[in-house]
């Protein structure tokens, strides 16, 4: 499993952390920028390209962290084949049902209100959950891939 992460200035700091948590895990990550603080970047030059290499293939998953989450999964939902969903804190099991029922593959953070700890823990729990593949989530997922 590859997992690509991007973020812009809001998820810089989030994003970084996140990086060295999933290396210490010995995951294999990509991470595709942006390299250093800009506070004038622009979110959708680092989540477009991440949501393209995970839509091209089925064992990729993304991580994109912003402020809200909410702009970087309207970026990554653009990617044909991508399904981003957004976390703000909270019930993680909103995560575990992304995954279940929706086969997200690219978790959309909000650096504002998850803080690192919580972050972490959701990363894995999207990591680890596995989709249902229920005929009936397989069907609606269809249905938007066409």
Not at 9 to 14: K, N, Q
Not at 24 to 39: C, H, I, W
Not at 121 to 139: C, D, I, N, P, Y
Request: glycine share 8%.
């Amino acid at each position: 499993m590859k997992i690509f992460i991007a973020s812009d200035h809001a998820g810089y700091e989030l994003k970084s952390a996140l990086v060295d948590y999933l290396l210490s895990k010995g995951r294999e990550v990509e991470d595709l920028g942006p390299a250093r603080f800009n506070p004038i970047d622009d979110y959708p030059d680092y989540i477009e390209p991440c949501a393209k290499k995970v839509a091209e293939n089925k064992d990729y998953f993304g991580i994109i962290i912003g402020l809200s989450g909410q702009g970087e999964a309207m970026a990554a939902n653009r990617a044909h084949g991508a399904r981003a969903a957004v976390f703000y804190g909270g019930p993680l099991d909103l995560i575990k049902l992304a995954r279940e029922h929706n086969d997200a593959n690219i978790l959309s953070l909000s650096s504002r209100y998850v803080p690192p700890e919580e972050a972490k823990k959701a990363v894995e729990l999207f990591l680890t959950t596995q989709f249902s593949g229920e005929e009936r989530h397989t069907r609606r997922i269809k249905k938007l891939d066409d």
